[in-house]
T-cell receptor
Framework: GQQVMQIPQYQHVQEGEDFTTYCNSS?????IQWYKQRPGGHPVFLIQ?????EVKKQKRLTFQFGEAKKNSSLHITATQTTDVGTYFC??????????FGAGTRLFVKA | GAVVSQHPSWVICKSGTSVKIECRSL??????MFWYRQFPKQSLMLMAT?????????EQGVEKDKFLINHASLTLSTLTVTSAHPEDSSFYIC??????????????FGPGTRLTVL
């Protein structure tokens, strides 16, 4: 079945350092979303990417969708302690079903 | 953004009892809602897709007689965990999609319900 792999599982950074998490799908995706979940909270929608090669930015966050629409990345520039949480990618193949990656837990040390 | 509520936020029950969890889209209509299960420090596992006015679509491995889903209106879906056992203890999260322009959409999650079965 469809799988969405996400790496790394954990990332410890010093405040101010950059952070990147990667997602790879076993099948071509129609779109991919990114979510952030704070400890004890629920996932919060960050963005959706639809087009091949698409790049979107939200302040210090940069999201990319691969040319083949099978991989995606989230890059955070100059991390802050408020960036702490788990970042999930979630892929959709065109139907209703959205498959989540395992998530990357980001720890930021002040 | 749109708001999805869940009730209760947490519940503790005895083994063998049934628990109902409600998911409501407060400011939009959702013909489709989703139920997820999340174990501590793990990802979200899609359990089922809840369709208004029709039967839910369950993912492989999810017992439909165990996890009863009812989507009676465009703003309400319920998940009933029947004859709950300790292994059913988990964080249950619902979500709903809000269509945007040009076929785009956003997915909003409820705050989750933490179920503990003793």
């Amino acid at each position: 079945g469809q799988q969405v792999m996400q790496i790394p599982q954990y990332q410890h950074v010093q405040e101010g350092e950059d952070f990147t998490t990667y997602c790879n799908s076993s099948t071509t995706l129609s779109n991919i979303q990114w979510y952030k979940q704070r400890p004890g909270g629920h996932p919060v929608f960050l963005i959706q990417l639809v087009k091949s090669g698409e790049v979107k930015k939200q302040k210090r966050l940069t999201f990319q969708f691969g040319e083949a629409k099978k991989n995606s990345s989230l890059h955070i520039t100059a991390t802050q302690t408020t960036d702490v949480g788990t970042y999930f990618c979630a892929g959709n193949t065109g139907g209703f079903k959205t498959i989540f990656g395992a998530g990357t837990r980001l720890f930021v040390k002040a | 953004g749109a708001v999805v509520s869940q009730h209760p936020s947490w519940v503790i029950c005895k083994s063998g009892t049934s628990v109902k969890i409600e998911c409501r889209s407060l400011d939009f209509q959702a013909t489709t809602m989703f139920w997820y299960r999340q174990f501590p420090k793990q990802s979200l596992m899609l359990m089922a897709t809840s369709n208004e006015g029709s039967k839910a679509t369950y993912e492989q491995g999810v017992e439909k007689d165990k996890f009863l889903i009812n989507h009676a209106s465009l703003t309400l879906s319920t998940l009933t965990v029947t004859s709950a056992h300790p292994e059913d203890s988990s964080f249950y999260i619902c979500s709903a999609r809000l269509p945007r322009l040009a076929g785009d959409w956003e997915q909003f999650f409820g705050p989750g319900t933490r179920l503990t079965v003793l």
